[in-house]
């Protein structure tokens, strides 16, 4: 599995949640991850709105924060298990 001298993964379907956390993430889903924050963010303010909105608004804005949370945590336990000689574009 991953060690603090090892960080390369061998098989990402043995690790736990924790270690697939704590792994390197790709890139693709680094920025899908940010996308998944700002959407949970989006949703929470203006379900924490202190003014009357209508209750479309504010069901969209619900369905809006857990998305944004559910493609945040699909985003983080993605692994990254190319080795670290490789460059982004594939070449050595």
């Not at 493609?71 to 670290?84: E, F, K, L, P, R």
Request: proline share 7%; net charge negative; hydrophobic share 45%.
């Amino acid at each position: 599995m991953v060690s603090e001298s090892n960080p390369i993964i061998n098989n990402p379907n043995e690790m736990s949640i924790v270690e697939r956390v704590k792994a390197p993430t790709p890139r693709f889903f680094k920025t899908l991850r940010t996308i998944g924050i700002l959407l949970a963010a989006v949703g929470g303010t203006i379900l924490a709105a202190p003014v009357a909105l209508p209750a479309a608004v504010v069901t969209v804005a619900g369905y809006v924060a857990v998305a944004g949370g559910v493609i945040t945590a699909v985003s983080q336990t993605a692994v990254d298990n190319t080795d670290s000689k490789t460059n982004e574009d594939g070449t050595s």
